[in-house]
C-alpha cells in the first residue's frame, strides 16, 4: 500500500500581521513534519506583497522543503517580471505558479497578458542563468498553472478554461494545480475533458477545510462556485466553533477521499496560514493514503 500513497503539499501567504508573523514558524514546523512534496507563497497582486513573498520563501527553503512562488504577470514588462523570478531563485524558489492576476486596465506596450507568456518567460530566464552561471546550482525549476475545474469566471466560451490550459502546456508548464471546487464528482469530469482536450500534465486538486459559515461564503465569492449545500447548512446550524470545525475538517477529509479515489495524483492543502486543520485532515485520511515524500524531489535536468 506504501507505494500508492499520494503526494500533498501546502499553500502559506506572507504573514499581514505582527501577531500572525510570530505564529507562522510553528506552524511551518508542524506542516514539515507531514512530509510534504513543497509549499507554495502566494504573490500579491502586481507585486504587492513582493518583499514578504521573498523573505518567507527563503524560510521555508531554510526548513529544507522545496518552494514554489506564486508569480502574476498582467500587464507587467517582461524585465520586471524577468527580475523578480530570478529573485526569488536566489532566495530558494525550486518551483513556480505562473497565474496571470487580474487583468489589467491597461498596460505598457508588449506587457505579458497571459499566464502562457509567463510560463514561456520563466523557461527564458532559467535558460539564460544556466547559460552564464559555472558551478551553480543550475537545476530546472518546475512550472505550474492554475486549473479551473468547472471554468474560469471570465470565460466567454465553455471551453475557454480548455484551450487556456493547453496552451499553458504547449508553453512548457509541468503540473496543475486547481482553484477552489466543492463538489469531487466535478473533478473527474475535468479531468476527462482535459485529457480529452489534449492536455497531459497531472492536474492536483486544491482542498480547503472550511470552519466557519463567513469563510465559506468569501469562497464562494471569490470562486464562482456552487453551494456546498450539506457542508454550508451544517456549519450555519452548528453552535460552537469547536463544532463547526470538526465539520469543516470532515468534510474536507471526505471530499479529499473521493478526490484520491477519482483518480487525483496528489493534494494541495490551503492553509491560512495554520496547521491544525491541514493536518487534521492528512491523519484522517490515513497513511495507507496519502504520506510523507520518499524521497528528494529536486529537479535535476
Known amino acids: 500500500m506504501q507505494g500508492t500513497r499520494a503526494a500533498h503539499s501546502f499553500e502559506l501567504y506572507p504573514p499581514r500581521t505582527p501577531a500572525s508573523a510570530a505564529a507562522l514558524p510553528d506552524a511551518i514546523t508542524a506542516l514539515v513534519a507531514t512530509g510534504p512534496e513543497f509549499f507554495s507563497v502566494t504573490y500579491g497582486a502586481s507585486g504587492s506583497s513582493t518583499d514578504a513573498s521573498f523573505a518567507l520563501v527563503r524560510q521555508v527553503a531554510e526548513a529544507g522543503v522545496e518552494v514554489m512562488a506564486h508569480l502574476t504577470c498582467a500587464g507587467t514588462s517582461p524585465a520586471e517580471v524577468a527580475g523578480v523570478v530570478r529573485r526569488f531563485l536566489d532566495v530558494g524558489a525550486t518551483r513556480f505558479l505562473a497565474v496571470r492576476g487580474d487583468a489589467a486596465a491597461s498596460g505598457e506596450p508588449g506587457a505579458l497578458r497571459s499566464a502562457a507568456e509567463l510560463v514561456q518567460l520563466i523557461h527564458l530566464v532559467q535558460a539564460e542563468r544556466r547559460g552564464w552561471t559555472l558551478g551553480a546550482d543550475t537545476r530546472r525549476a518546475r512550472v505550474a498553472v492554475a486549473a479551473f475545474v468547472n471554468g474560469h469566471p471570465d470565460s466567454r466560451a465553455r471551453t ?5 490550459l493547453l496552451a499553458k502546456q504547449v508553453a512548457g508548464a509541468d503540473l496543475a494545480i486547481t482553484q477552489l471546487f466543492f463538489h ?3 473533478y473527474a469530469a475535468f479531468v476527462d475533458r482535459a485529457r480529452a482536450w489534449g492536455i497531459t500534465i497531472p492536474i492536483v486538486p486544491g482542498v480547503l477545510p472550511v470552519t466557519s459559515p463567513a469563510r465559506l461564503r468569501r469562497m464562494l465569492e471569490l470562486s464562482g462556485e456552487d453551494e456546498p449545500f450539506d457542508l454550508a447548512l451544517a456549519l450555519e446550524v452548528e453552535p ?8 469543516g475538517v470532515d468534510h474536507a477529509a471526505r471530499f479529499a477521499a473521493a478526490l484520491l479515489d477519482a483518480g487525483a495524483p496528489a493534494l494541495h492543502l490551503y492553509t491560512f496560514n495554520r496547521a491544525d486543520a491541514v493536518v487534521d485532515v492528512l491523519d484522517r485520511l490515513g497513511a495507507d493514503r496519502i504520506g510523507p515524500a520518499s524521497t528528494p524531489t529536486k529537479e535535476t535536468t
Open 160 to 164: 475557454n478554461h480548455l484551450d487556456a
Open 184 to 186: 469531487p464528482e466535478d
Open 240 to 247: 460552537t466553533e469547536e463544532g463547526r470545525y470538526e465539520i
